[in-house]
């Protein structure tokens, strides 16, 4: 089967990707490591998107896509992929038809705003050992302090709450739209997020199997 994973930025895509790669046994194929492997290896599209981002340009969507291609042709995509972070926008993922790579599902985790900006701007990491930590979920014994180590609690910038709030416009603003998009070609499914991650693990794998 072939996925795609929506979700806002904080809605919890990349864990329900790893429940879906461990029940269906395919891969996940994220944007960032497939451009970099094609670089490596070389590959034409892979050359072609080193020169773009040697010239400090964004690589184009017809490069992507035909690195997504030589990616999905290898033996361990036979049973199926999920992409996660591709396509983001309708035009991309109007060019991933027109380049026919076949699309079965569209899986959406939809969590509400409130709850992904309380989430993401509670959360502390360690600048010592890197434990992670949320002001409401999993407080620290001593405020601002780590259990692990005794290092400094910090937020991280894309924690920050100004931060949250512009990855999440940015997301409704470009990403959103291909809820429509999928849905009007019978595609789309939305698993609503739960507070306790298995929960919504459940769900994910009941919409896709239905």
Do not use: W
Request: charged share 30%; glycine share 10%.
């Amino acid at each position: 089967m072939n996925l795609i994973l929506l979700g806002a930025p904080g809605a919890g895509k990349g864990t329900q990707a790893e429940v879906i790669c461990d029940a269906l046994k395919i891969p996940t194929i994220s944007t960032g490591n497939m451009l970099r492997a094609a670089v490596k290896e070389g590959t034409e599209y892979g050359l072609k998107a080193k020169a773009a981002m040697d010239a400090g340009d964004l690589v184009s969507d017809d490069i992507v896509i035909g690195i997504l291609k030589d990616r999905i042709a290898q033996d361990d995509c036979k049973n199926g992929f999920i992409l996660d972070g591709f396509p983001r926008t309708v035009p991309q993922a109007q060019a991933l038809d027109t380049m026919g790579v076949k699309i079965d599902k569209v899986v959406e985790i939809y969590v509400a705003d409130e709850t992904i900006q309380q989430r993401l701007s509670g959360r502390r990491v360690c600048e010592g050992c890197g434990n992670s930590y949320h002001i409401d979920f999993k407080p620290t014994k001593v405020e601002g302090i780590c259990d692990a180590c005794g290092a400094k609690t910090v937020i991280r910038k894309d924690d920050e709450p100004a931060t949250v709030i512009d990855r999440l416009k940015t997301y409704h603003e470009k990403t959103a739209p291909l809820k429509d998009y999928y849905a009007k070609q019978g595609k789309l499914v939305t698993v609503e997020g739960q507070e306790e991650v298995s929960e919504t693990s459940k769900l994910t794998l009941k919409a896709i199997e239905g």
